[in-house]
């Protein structure tokens, strides 16, 4: 009974480059959502989705940053043109509706 | 969705109960008690949660106030592995932002 899957566990970008942060929900879940924990600070909401529908992305830098979770395949945060203020470990939690949240092991984001 | 406070840090001896504390004298009705932990560079755990009724499971207690402005997470008998930030979350039915403030930093020491 698998949990929530993030993969890669750590990515390394160079100013410029774009990260793909992939997330596959627990079995049977249709809601994802996207938080970001810069060092030593709390959890900060960005995103939440159903199948191929944004529900709130109030979390969000409006620039740069996009999220999809697609009917077939996982969600993915997409990062373009990183900049260093964007390393962070960014975590992804699922739920089977809007209630409990079970979170994935996070994929450490560094911008070098 | 109502604030919660809760005290930065606590030590606990292993073996012995953790008594975590959180105010949200905010709450409405219709609002929900949530438990996470966060053991370092991991993911959030969901730990318990409840409206108005004590809570048990296998991790932890959940003890709310008769009034619900106030809520106290009990792990019985502590272990190391029981180090972690604890946070107290309040989420209405159908919320879904969950707001992670600083939470409690609870040290189990052996």
């Known amino acids: 009974n698998a949990g929530v899957m993030q993969n890669p566990r750590h990515l390394v970008r160079r100013r410029g480059q774009e990260a793909r942060l992939r997330c596959s929900p627990m079995k049977g879940h249709s809601h994802v959502y996207w938080y970001r924990q810069l060092p030593e600070e709390g959890l900060k909401f960005m995103v939440y989705?159903?199948?191929?529908?944004?529900?709130?992305e109030s979390g969000m830098p409006k620039e740069r940053f996009s999220a999809e979770f697609p009917k077939e395949g996982p969600s993915i945060l997409r990062i373009q043109q990183v900049v260093r203020g964007d390393s962070a470990a960014y975590f992804c939690a699922s739920s089977l509706q809007e209630n409990i949240q079970y979170f994935g092991a996070g994929t450490r984001l560094s911008v070098l | 969705d109502a604030k919660t406070t809760q005290p930065p840090s606590m030590d606990c001896a292993e073996g012995r109960a953790a008594n975590l504390p959180c105010n949200h004298s905010t709450i409405s009705g219709n609002e929900y008690v949530y438990w996470y932990r966060q053991i370092h560079s991991q993911g959030p755990q969901y730990i318990i949660h409840?409206?108005?009724n004590n809570e048990t499971n296998e991790m932890a207690s959940l003890i709310i106030t008769e009034d619900r402005k106030s809520s106290t997470l009990i792990l019985p008998h502590a272990t190391l592995r029981d180090t972690a930030v604890y946070y107290c979350?309040?989420?209405?039915?159908?919320?879904?932002?969950?707001?992670f403030g600083a939470g409690t930093r609870l040290f189990v020491k052996a």
């Open positions: 989705l159903q199948k191929e529908n944004i529900i709130d």
């Open positions: 409840g409206l108005k």
């Open positions: 979350i309040v989420l209405n039915t159908g919320g879904f932002k969950t707001i």
